[in-house]
């Protein structure tokens, strides 16, 4: 069994199109992240909830909003895509905030997206 | 704020050789967690190894084992008999304790030549 997936694992789609990536964790964690991979591979975290609840937003613009229906998902929704967006956006999670550090982040396979 | 430095883009090393990838960080907490992950061309980020900044001993997973300089705030990872499945991208984090920011470097291309 997986314990972080992501769907789709590849995502092609057109600039100004509005797109939605999502994550399944079955690890029983309460804590979930979303990064990007940029083109030289770097990688930054942009979101993280703990248990539905919003505790990490990094400068992301506005047009990315992630959204937490229960703990074990998370999802990227992206509003007006640009060319600028194309990455791989990385899910991950872990067991319990306030333990940064000492637990470790299990990640999924990715999402490339694309935008031509 | 946190940074953490690679500045080996690319290694290579032939098979069951010993290597050694480079990372320093800056941090102004005295509480934090170092952590080198792999990047095999399959995409999947994979833990290999974690140090605690409170702890002396170096962290030894196998073949997989650091090389914590606390005052020099260096951080290098030490992969011996190297294996062709080590071929990846590796890249250096951290984090502080209570945080669940993980900031990683630019990482490194690790290449095992046969």
């Known amino acids: 069994d997986t314990a972080v997936s992501q769907t789709p694992k590849y995502l092609v789609t057109q600039m100004g199109n509005d797109k939605s990536i999502k994550c399944e964790q079955n690890l029983g964690h309460d804590t979930m992240y979303w990064y990007k991979q940029d083109s030289k591979k770097f990688l930054k975290i942009m979101f993280s909830?703990?248990?539905?609840?919003?505790?990490i937003n990094e400068t992301v613009p506005n047009r990315f909003s992630p959204k937490s229906p229960d703990k074990a998902h998370l999802n990227l929704h992206i509003n007006s895509l640009e060319l600028g967006d194309s990455a791989v956006y990385f899910c991950a999670s872990s067991p319990q905030v306030g333990r940064g550090g000492l637990d470790e982040q299990f990640f999924g396979p990715g999402t490339r997206l694309t935008v031509l | 704020a946190q940074t953490v430095t690679q500045s080996q883009p690319e290694m290579s090393v032939q098979e069951a050789e010993t290597v050694t990838l480079s990372c320093t960080y800056d941090t102004s907490e005295s509480n934090y967690y170092l952590f080198w992950y792999k990047q095999p061309p399959s995409r999947q980020m994979i833990l290999v190894i974690r140090q605690e900044a409170y702890k002396q001993q170096n962290a030894t997973e196998n073949r997989f084992s650091v090389n914590f300089q606390k005052a020099a705030k260096s951080f290098s990872l030490k992969i011996s008999d190297s294996q062709l499945g080590d071929t990846a991208m590796y890249f250096c984090?951290?984090?502080?304790?209570?945080?669940?920011?993980?900031?990683f470097g630019t990482g490194t291309r690790l290449t095992i030549i046969p």
């Open positions: 984090a951290e984090t502080n304790f209570g945080n669940e920011k993980l900031t």
């Open positions: 909830y703990n248990n539905k609840e919003l505790i």
